[in-house]
């Protein structure tokens, strides 16, 4: 079999080969990031979070047990691209549906194979999150910083947002996501308890909001830079002035900005399944997946909020609630998809405390 080879091409100069896998004619180009997870790449993969970002995973072997079409989280893959070690291209589990290079090419994307992704690993934590862009064998410098200066990742969660609204019937409280980028797996956590959800997309009016009548909203997870979007704002501070609010990752970070906090950039971000967390109201150590490159300062919020989750790793803020009202957000994913479960009664947290937000009401009424 002929074997194309490939570069991820640095914005320094650096560059990286391994062996084309997927689309021949895709060019990936936007930011690099790494995720450590040891399962769950087609998850990572169609997480709209990684939409503008070509990942690295560190596992050393991916496609062992192919991909299954309700195991996406979205109805794409998001990332630009994925490098890998070493890809087995003939899935052992017997229910998959698709080889991994099926997949890349049913989404039109491409993946480096045989990269020496531990060099590749080491080299972001020592520079940061970098630009490149992923071509063939032969590509001259020159283009390759044509393709660099295309990249734009202002204002993406406006690319991955849902462009109408949608319901998922329930029986339960009624949820309006706003969806930056949602996940599957959140719109599953809140079904299966029952919820009556309506999704809503990134541009949704405070006026939007109010009609679809919620017992409780959540900001989903979603891509870019939180600091690019602040036409968003007004909705969330609106949401948080009127209803119990969960914020998970970009949501966060929103109620964050819309609270008067600043959002930073991280230095290589924390992309993985393994982070360990401390929740400062269970008193107990949680381990999270997590997909971030921005975090909250929390400094012009404590009067109002505590720092209720810090990553055990270099205390950043992964969480805030509220002192006195039903908000509470996370810069994890309790969802999961992929990852470890600890997390999940967070969500049985939020739709409790909008139970008892709705029992308190009637009491006054
Ligand atoms: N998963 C997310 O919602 C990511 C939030 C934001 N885009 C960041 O990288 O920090």
């Given at each position: 079999?002929?074997?194309?080879?490939?570069?991820?091409?640095?914005?320094?100069?650096?560059?990286?080969?391994?062996?084309?896998?997927?689309?021949?004619?895709?060019?990936?180009?936007?930011?690099?990031?790494?995720?450590?997870?040891?399962?769950?790449?087609?998850?990572?993969?169609?997480?709209?979070?990684?939409?503008?970002?070509?990942?690295?995973?560190?596992?050393?072997?991916?496609?062992?047990?192919?991909?299954?079409?309700?195991?996406?989280?979205?109805?794409?893959?998001?990332?630009?691209?994925?490098?890998?070690?070493?890809?087995?291209?003939?899935?052992?589990?017997?229910?998959?549906?698709?080889?991994?290079?099926?997949?890349?090419?049913?989404?039109?994307?491409?993946?480096?194979?045989?990269?020496?992704?531990?060099?590749?690993?080491?080299?972001?934590?020592?520079?940061?999150?970098?630009?490149?862009?992923?071509?063939?064998?032969?590509?001259?410098?020159?283009?390759?910083?044509?393709?660099?200066?295309?990249?734009?990742?202002?204002?993406?969660?406006?690319?991955?947002?849902?462009?109408?609204?949608?319901?998922?019937?329930?029986?339960?409280?009624?949820?309006?996501?706003?969806?930056?980028?949602?996940?599957?797996?959140?719109?599953?956590?809140?079904?299966?308890?029952?919820?009556?959800?309506?999704?809503?997309?990134?541009?949704?009016?405070?006026?939007?909001?109010?009609?679809?009548?919620?017992?409780?909203?959540?900001?989903?997870?979603?891509?870019?830079?939180?600091?690019?979007?602040?036409?968003?704002?007004?909705?969330?501070?609106?949401?948080?002035?009127?209803?119990?609010?969960?914020?998970?990752?970009?949501?966060?970070?929103?109620?964050?900005?819309?609270?008067?906090?600043?959002?930073?950039?991280?230095?290589?971000?924390?992309?993985?399944?393994?982070?360990?967390?401390?929740?400062?109201v269970q008193k107990k150590v949680l381990i999270t997946s997590q997909n971030h490159g921005y975090a909250v300062r929390a400094t012009p919020l404590l009067d109002r909020y505590r720092v209720?989750?810090?990553?055990?790793?270099?205390?950043?803020?992964?969480?805030?609630?509220?002192?006195?009202?039903?908000?509470?957000?996370?810069?994890?994913?309790?969802?999961?998809?992929?990852?470890?479960?600890?997390?999940?009664?967070?969500?049985?947290?939020?739709?409790?405390?909008?139970?008892?937000?709705?029992?308190?009401?009637?009491?006054?009424?």
């Amino acid at each position: 079999m002929n074997q194309t080879l490939g570069w991820l091409w640095f914005e320094d100069g650096t560059k990286f080969e391994g062996v084309w896998l997927g689309d021949p004619d895709w060019r990936a180009r936007g930011e690099v990031v790494f995720n450590t997870a040891m399962t769950g790449y087609q998850e990572i993969l169609t997480d709209p979070s990684y939409y503008g970002q070509i990942v690295v995973l560190t596992y050393p072997l991916i496609g062992n047990y192919g991909t299954l079409e309700q195991a996406s989280e979205s109805l794409f893959m998001w990332a630009e691209a994925v490098i890998v070690h070493r890809l087995e291209l003939e899935p052992t589990r017997g229910a998959s549906l698709e080889s991994f290079d099926r997949f890349l090419r049913h989404y039109h994307k491409a993946a480096l194979v045989g990269t020496d992704t531990r060099a590749l690993t080491r080299y972001l934590r020592e520079e940061g999150t970098k630009r490149a862009v992923l071509v063939p064998d032969g590509t001259s410098f020159d283009e390759v910083q044509q393709h660099l200066a295309q990249i734009d990742l202002t204002r993406a969660v406006f690319q991955v947002t849902t462009p109408e609204a949608y319901e998922i019937p329930g029986s339960g409280p009624r949820i309006t996501v706003i969806d930056y980028g949602v996940k599957n797996s959140i719109l599953h956590e809140l079904s299966r308890r029952g919820a009556h959800v309506t999704v809503l997309p990134a541009t949704a009016s405070a006026e939007a909001v109010m009609a679809s009548k919620p017992d409780g909203v959540v900001l989903s997870n979603g891509p870019g830079d939180p600091g690019t979007i602040p036409e968003v704002l007004p909705t969330v501070r609106h949401v948080l002035d009127h209803y119990p609010t969960f914020g998970i990752c970009l949501g966060h970070q929103l109620i964050g900005l819309a609270e008067g906090a600043t959002t930073y950039a991280l230095k290589f971000g924390h992309h993985g399944a393994n982070h360990p967390l401390w929740d400062e109201v269970q008193k107990k150590v949680l381990i999270t997946s997590q997909n971030h490159g921005y975090a909250v300062r929390a400094t012009p919020l404590l009067d109002r909020y505590r720092v209720r989750f810090t990553h055990l790793h270099d205390d950043t803020v992964e969480g805030l609630e509220h002192v006195s009202r039903p908000i509470l957000s996370v810069q994890h994913h309790p969802e999961a998809g992929p990852g470890p479960s600890d997390s999940l009664y967070l969500f049985d947290e939020f739709l409790g405390r909008l139970t008892a937000a709705r029992q308190g009401e009637r009491h006054e009424e």
